[in-house]
């Protein structure tokens, strides 16, 4: 159970900062063409990407409704694969634990899982490790040049936060009361009788070598160099403690190729845990360890109203603005995943969260080139769009204070028109914007194209499809997007969906490292 909430936890969540919200993609049609709609901008949807395409008058799209649902998640810094191989170790988070707590022995098993799973913390430490799940919709009306819209746009995030000090595994102290702590104690430090277990054995003490020697797991068990050697004076170097290690292993009925598989797997972390163990402070019990999943939401319900206008002193060009009330909720809990028993707590505890509302402006402009410039070829297009331009700020829970800064945001566009049945789009985000992910920005490219198969009035099936690169981040691989529908006696329903060409790791299996889904249905006309 613990592995798969830990999974589900990166999968749906990431914590947000002030002013942490990228570029949403809102509609299919924009969506089936990479992200590309700020030189294109027409129907109930120009409000959102560009308010100054409220004055274009296009025969089929003057005025209508339209009801967008967009879902996506985007995993960042390959963090499923850490995540899921912590998941592996949960059951023996517990035994280490339990004994911990009980003043009782562990294995070969119990260290190799802790040695692996605290390098696998220390690296989820990176920046840009994270996750978001982004969710926006909402109704989107159009009346000649005047736009009403209310939509949501809800982002859920985790960051991992690690605690690579508190990782000792001596005695806990609870409300002034020291008592258990692992004790060697008692354990046969010779070798045992059974000869297909010393494979194992001389792999452990190389790997106890390679953290350091007996005095560095003596400091992680006891808090001193020489702690192990007093609480059983057999164990006196790295062979005897593999030994004893071997030894508990095999009392808690641990077969030779369990043993040998903790064994390598200790082998193959020690070298990158070793500066961990190191660092860290002699004593610093592993109960008391802080490391957590900061889960955070933001969800903004902007009700905006639109208006754009054809301007006199620059032919083809038009401005349009939103005015904006926006009621943002922010949401902030944290879970101690070293700690709490069941990761199912980090689902169970209530969310600490705060709303409050702000105005805001937006800003577009579009500009139809052939209207100054007739003969230019394929209908050229340029559009311009700033979001959020006086940087709304609102209240944060009291467990974080302070308020949220909803930066500004910025995107160019450009758009051909080949022929009437075929369009083409570019955008690119004029802004670098901060994401749910600490560390991890975006500054999406996006290209794509449309092509209207039957191309009438009364009935169409569009076929889209696109590209999209985050610029912001080297690491970032492209990504594809795909979209039609149907549009039939001024009503339509569009679909589209993007999956990047990245994939990670989670349960063993490779997963895409973005998906997002998006549907529509209107009324144009």
Not at 136 to 157: H, Q, R, Y
Request: overall charge neutral.
């Amino acid at each position: 159970m613990k592995k798969s909430i830990l999974t589900l936890a990166f999968i749906v969540s990431c914590a947000c900062s002030a002013g942490a919200e990228q570029w949403q993609i809102l509609g299919t049609r924009p969506m089936g063409m990479g992200g590309a709609f700020v030189a294109v901008a027409q129907g109930p949807m120009a409000q959102y990407w560009n308010p100054g395409g409220l004055a274009m008058a296009f025969s089929d799209t003057v005025s209508g409704v339209e009801l967008p649902i967009t879902a996506g998640v985007e995993i960042t810094g390959d963090v499923m694969k850490n995540a899921s191989a912590i998941g592996d170790m949960a059951s023996k988070f517990t035994e280490i634990n339990a004994a911990q707590k009980n003043g009782s022995a562990t294995n070969a098993s119990q260290i190799s899982a802790f040695v692996k799973t605290i390098t696998l913390l220390d690296d989820m430490n990176d920046s840009g490790k994270g996750a978001m799940f982004e969710v926006a919709g909402g109704s989107n009306f159009k009346l000649s040049k005047v736009a009403v819209s209310v939509n949501n746009f809800t982002t859920i995030g985790l960051n991992p936060f690690v605690d690579v000090n508190n990782i000792g595994l001596g005695a806990v102290t609870v409300t002034g009361t020291t008592s258990g702590g692992i004790t060697m104690s008692g354990v046969t430090a010779t070798s045992t009788t059974d000869s297909g277990y010393n494979s194992a054995r001389d792999t452990i003490a190389t790997a106890i070598t390679k953290l350091g020697g007996l005095s560095a797991i003596s400091n992680l068990i006891c808090g001193t160099s020489t702690g192990i050697t007093v609480q059983n004076s057999d164990i006196t170097n790295e062979t005897t403690l593999a030994n004893a290690l071997v030894n508990q292993a095999i009392t808690n009925n641990l077969s030779v190729a369990q043993v040998t598989d903790a064994a390598n797997q200790l082998n193959t972390y020690a070298t990158d845990a070793k500066p961990i163990i190191e660092n860290a402070v002699a004593g610093n019990s592993y109960t008391n360890n802080q490391s957590n999943l900061t889960v955070d939401m933001v969800s903004f319900v902007e009700i905006a109203f639109g208006y754009g206008k054809f301007m006199k002193f620059l032919d083809g060009l038009s401005i349009g603005g939103n005015l904006k009330m926006i009621n943002g909720n922010i949401g902030h809990d944290k879970f101690k995943f070293m700690q709490q028993s069941d990761t199912e707590d980090a689902f169970k505890t209530d969310m600490d969260t705060k709303s409050s509302w702000a105005p805001a402006i937006d800003l577009g402009f579009l500009w139809n080139v052939n209207k100054k410039y007739p003969k230019l070829p394929m209908n050229p297009k340029v559009g311009f769009v700033i979001r959020n331009i006086n940087s709304p700020k609102f209240d944060q829970p009291d467990s974080v204070g302070g308020t949220y800064k909803l930066n500004r945001q910025a995107r160019l566009g450009f758009a051909l028109q080949p022929a009437k049945f075929w369009n083409l789009a570019l955008d690119i985000d004029a802004t670098k914007n901060k994401t749910a992910v600490n560390g991890f920005d975006s500054q999406q490219l996006a290209f794509g194209t449309e092509i209207n198969i039957i191309n009438r009035k009364y009935f169409n099936i569009p076929l889209r499809a696109g590209i999209c690169k985050n610029m912001a981040e080297e690491s970032s691989k492209m990504a594809y997007t795909l979209g039609t529908g149907v549009n039939a006696c001024y009503m339509h329903f569009d679909v589209a969906g993007a999956i990047s060409s990245d994939s990670t790791t989670m349960d063993d299996k490779e997963i895409h490292t973005k998906v997002l889904v998006s549907a529509v249905l209107g009324i144009l006309w």
